[in-house]
């Protein structure tokens, strides 16, 4: 009896949170098909307003798309990776990512006590940006100054001059992080 005492709490010893990117939209399947395998997953969800053309209808979406958290030992992060759905395992300088106990607890105290949560690129002053929408899209510059909204400074090199102009959040995305 005190052997299995001591490997059950190895066992938990051995356990990481490890996040799984996924294949778009599949997020909700992966969660189930790796706990049928009896390893234990989380998937960070929140409830979005969406409207079709003909209604609106509360959502739960995932909170981070195409990552899927897992806590398994070695073993079970190789049988999770073999889940339909799962692109791979997030890997930082070639190792498995560790997520932390603390940032799991952290997410899901979020999710509890935050009613509206929207997941944004970490941008920096210096970091190179593209428009994504509007009548702006297409085109790059660099991120300026961060305030309500984002200020960009877009070089135009055949002059060597710049535009300041505020656009939208929401309307961009990182493209390179400054260094």
């Not at 009896?1 to 949170?17: C, G, H, I, P, Y």
């Not at 692109?87 to 106990?101: E, N, S």
């Given at each position: 009896?005190?052997?299995?005492?001591?490997?059950?709490?190895?066992?938990?010893?051995?356990?990481q949170w490890f996040a799984l990117y996924t294949r778009p939209r599949h997020e909700k399947r992966v969660v189930e098909?790796?706990?049928?395998?009896?390893?234990?997953?989380?998937?960070?969800?929140?409830?979005?307003?969406?409207?079709?053309?003909?209604?609106?209808?509360?959502?739960?979406?995932?909170?981070?798309?195409?990552?899927?958290?897992?806590?398994?030992?070695?073993?079970?992060?190789?049988?999770?990776?073999?889940?339909?759905?799962?692109?791979?395992?997030?890997?930082?300088?070639?190792?498995?990512?560790?997520?932390?106990?603390?940032?799991?607890?952290?997410?899901?105290?979020?999710?509890?006590?935050?009613?509206?949560?929207?997941?944004?690129?970490?941008?920096?002053?210096?970091?190179?940006?593209?428009?994504?929408?509007?009548?702006?899209?297409?085109?790059?510059?660099?991120?300026?100054?961060?305030?309500?909204?984002?200020?960009?400074?877009?070089?135009?090199?055949?002059?060597?001059?710049?535009?300041?102009?505020?656009?939208?959040?929401?309307?961009?995305?990182?493209?390179?992080q400054s260094n």
């Amino acid at each position: 009896m005190r052997s299995e005492v001591l490997n059950t709490t190895s066992d938990r010893a051995q356990k990481q949170w490890f996040a799984l990117y996924t294949r778009p939209r599949h997020e909700k399947r992966v969660v189930e098909e790796v706990q049928e395998k009896g390893i234990e997953a989380y998937l960070p969800l929140t409830s979005v307003l969406r409207q079709w053309s003909d209604r609106k209808k509360w959502v739960d979406e995932p909170l981070f798309r195409g990552y899927v958290f897992i806590h398994g030992d070695v073993s079970e992060r190789y049988h999770s990776v073999q889940t339909n759905g799962v692109v791979r395992v997030v890997q930082f300088q070639g190792k498995p990512a560790r997520v932390r106990d603390e940032e799991i607890d952290r997410i899901k105290r979020i999710l509890r006590e935050v009613e509206s949560i929207e997941v944004c690129d970490t941008m920096a002053v210096g970091d190179w940006v593209s428009i994504m929408r509007g009548p702006l899209t297409g085109i790059q510059g660099q991120l300026f100054e961060i305030q309500g909204s984002h200020r960009l400074v877009v070089t135009l090199s055949s002059i060597n001059q710049g535009l300041r102009f505020s656009v939208d959040r929401s309307d961009v995305e990182l493209i390179q992080q400054s260094n």
